[in-house]
C-alpha cells in the first residue's frame, strides 16, 4: 500500500511568517512530487511540483524534496491570511500509475 | 483556455438511482482524470485515460462505477444503483502525457439519500 503521509494540523503562523509544511511517502521509487491548495468546498489548485532532489522556488513557495529520506515539504514565505487553506502533497511513482495524495494539511494564517 | 469543466456541479439523487457526470478537459491535455474525495481525506484515484483508452482502474472501484472517453475529449462517470457510501465530491483532472502534472476542475458533489 502506498502512502503519503501528513500532518493533518491545524497549523497556525502569524502573517508574515513562514509556514512550513511536510510530507513522506513510502514508495521509494517515486519520481514526481506535487503540492495543491485546496481551499474549503473547492477543487485542488496546483501550485508546485518538483522531480529532482533540493529546492525549486516560484514566488513565495519553495518545494524541497529528499528522495533519501523520502520527504517533501513546502515552505511559503511572507504567509498571508488568503494563504489559509489545506494543503495537499501528492506523489507519483514511474509509468501508467496513479497520484496518490495525503490527506492534507490545514494551515492558518492569523492577521 | 478555460481550464477543466465538469456539469453538473451537485447532483441530489436517490439511493438505487443511476447518476451520470461529464467533464470536459483542457483540450490541449490527452490525459484524464477521475477521483472521489470525501471530508477530511485527499482525493482517492479511481480511473484515468489517455485519449481514448483506459489505462488504469482502480481496485476499490466497484462494477458499479464506469468511465467512458469516446473520442479521447470530454469523459463521462456514472454510477449505477447508487449507495449512501457514493456520496463524495467527484473530481476530473486533466494533464499532458509528457508531465505528470493535473490540473483539476470544479468537481460534481453527489449526495446520495
Known amino acids: 500500500q502506498k502512502e503519503v503521509e501528513q500532518n493533518s494540523g491545524p497549523l497556525s503562523v502569524p502573517e508574515g511568517a513562514i509556514a512550513s509544511l511536510n510530507c513522506t511517502y513510502s514508495d521509494r521509487g517515486s519520481q514526481s512530487f506535487f503540492w495543491y491548495r485546496q481551499y474549503s468546498g473547492k477543487s485542488p489548485e496546483l501550485i508546485m511540483f518538483?522531480?529532482?532532489?533540493g529546492d525549486k522556488e516560484d514566488g513565495r513557495f519553495t518545494a524541497q524534496l529528499n528522495k533519501a529520506s523520502q520527504y517533501v515539504s513546502l515552505l511559503i514565505r511572507d504567509s498571508q491570511p488568503s494563504d489559509s487553506a489545506t494543503y495537499l502533497c501528492?506523489?507519483?511513482?514511474?509509468?501508467?500509475?496513479?497520484?496518490?495524495f495525503g490527506k492534507g494539511t490545514r494551515l492558518s494564517v492569523i492577521a | 483556455d478555460t481550464g477543466v469543466s465538469q456539469d453538473p456541479r451537485h447532483k441530489i439523487t436517490k439511493r438505487g438511482q443511476n447518476v451520470t457526470f461529464r467533464c470536459d478537459p483542457i483540450s490541449e491535455h490527452n490525459r484524464l482524470y477521475w477521483y472521489r474525495q470525501t471530508l477530511g481525506q485527499g482525493p482517492e484515484f479511481l480511473t484515468y485515460f489517455q485519449n481514448e483508452a483506459q489505462l488504469e482502474k482502480s481496485r476499490l472501484l466497484s462494477d458499479r462505477f464506469s468511465a467512458e472517453r469516446p473520442k479521447g475529449s470530454f469523459s463521462t462517470l456514472e454510477i449505477q444503483r447508487t449507495e449512501q457510501g457514493d456520496s463524495a465530491m467527484y473530481l476530473c483532472?486533466?494533464?499532458?502525457?509528457?508531465?505528470?502534472?493535473?490540473?483539476f476542475g470544479p468537481g460534481t458533489r453527489l449526495t446520495v439519500l
Open positions: 518538483i522531480y529532482s532532489n
Open positions: 501528492a506523489v507519483k511513482a514511474p509509468g501508467n500509475t496513479p497520484l496518490v
Open positions: 483532472a486533466s494533464g499532458p502525457s509528457e508531465t505528470d502534472t493535473q490540473y
